[in-house]
């Protein structure tokens, strides 16, 4: 390199949307883009794999609002199959395997399994998978709580004959047989009798409420999980595939290194993960991209620092401002046709466009949602306001070991032979981020936010605000002008915090 210092690197505040001629009003704008090659989502939005962020409640809520969650791994294999495995129950046209059980079993067993399931009933089978009865919560509520551990279900199951749908039955004859009935679960058999699936009143009333959701094929949730690369990764990734995940996530703070495309690369010519679609991450420069995009990757994770909790920047001195970044990877990502996702550092609803518009095609949010009822951990209270807490995955929290065996987000900083925890390098802080209520509440506003901006810019549709978008660069005294200024702000805006 000739010219040591190469080019500028600009982040969201250094940058503008210059307004364009519009004849689009904010309600109309189509807000979908691509998340993968093959993944399309109504609301360009993946909430962050850490594990102050994503578990299954924040994974199903951006799912319902068209978005997507990516759950993270500072977990057992086990554990996080799980959050996949709830996810795609949650919501479904038809569940393909429900959970059931059987005669012999105590009405306490229902009970529990119930309740890990967050279901309210459930059909009763006996060996070859034969369906003999269903029990819910109407044939359960006169057992005394006493009686529980030794009432069996089949003392108390609603019994043959039931009122029973053949599989592949299609929707609106569903809706009929409930509203025929008053029943609210209708079991799927075979011409043998056999259980093959189950449709409950309950889904169809939410795919009404959620007309955004995102769905894979068989009306599911769609959810994504994160993996390393490192140890058991390849274990972790096909029990997630076995699990029914959609997306894996190769997630990991440097993507353009060997591990990482390796692992890509491997998972791509799988088989068994083929119905899957790989995101690779993260890079923050063309050739970063371009190499995971000639590993395969259906989708280029893109950020290097630019993450509100993350140190890299300072303790590592490496990374590339935002902006900059999103844009070097979109040079090699358009060519190739592979989506880009701009990771990490957005604040504001205005930095979604401007991610898009420099290159990406959807955005990865932390921050932003970690404060919301659906992220894991409770509410703390500081000074009689609400906060909730949030960590980087490279704090020392989530990098120590200390009251586990392992921190199974070590590799994400390439430290999984560090001996001890004193010995780690952290790249991320501890802290908190003030309580903001549901997520639908706060992608509301995100999205409503993104809307303005195509109306101003003059896009119906992403693909068109990426195109007509162009930028102004700012100065310090611009970004001040920007926000509220020679002012005491009194109501706080549901979409604006200093
Ligand atoms: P933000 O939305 O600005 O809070 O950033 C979230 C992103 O920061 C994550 O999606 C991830 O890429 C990155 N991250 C997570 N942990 C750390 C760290 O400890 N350095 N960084």
Known sequence: QTDPFGFIGLTYDDVMLLPGHTDVIPSEADTSSRLTKRITVSAPLLSSAMDTVTESRMAVAMARQGGIGILHRNLSIEDQAAHVDKVKRSESGMITNPVTTTPDATVAEVDALCGQFRVSGLPVVEGDGTLVGIITNRDMRFVSPFEKSTTLVRDVMTRQPLITAPEGIDPDSAVAIFAQHKIEKLPLVDPAGRLRGLITVKDFDKSEKYP????????RLRVGAAIGFFGDAWERAMTLIDAGVDVIVVDTANGDSAGVLDIVRRLKSERAASHVDIIGGNVATRSGAQALIDAGADAIKVGVGPGSICTTRVVAGVGVPQVTAVYEASLAARIAGVPVIADGGLQYSGDIA??????????????????????????????????????????????????????YSRDRYFQADVPSDEQLIAEGIEGQVPYRGPVSSVVYQLLGGLRQSMFYVGGRTIPELKERGKFVRIT????????????????????YRR
Request: glycine share 14%.
């Open 212 to 219: 955004n959701a995102t769905k894979d094929d068989e009306g």
């Open 354 to 407: 401007k991610a898009l518009v420099a290159g990406a095609e959807t955005v990865m949010l932390g921050s932003l949602l970690a404060g919301t009822d659906e992220s894991p951990g409770d509410l703390v209270f500081v000074n009689g306001k609400q906060f909730k807490n949030y960590r980087g995955m490279g704090s020392l929290g989530a990098l120590q070991t200390r009251g586990k065996k392992t921190s």
């Open 476 to 495: 310090a005294a611009g970004l001040k002008e920007s926000h509220p200024h020679d002012i005491q702000m009194v109501v706080e805006a549901p979409n």
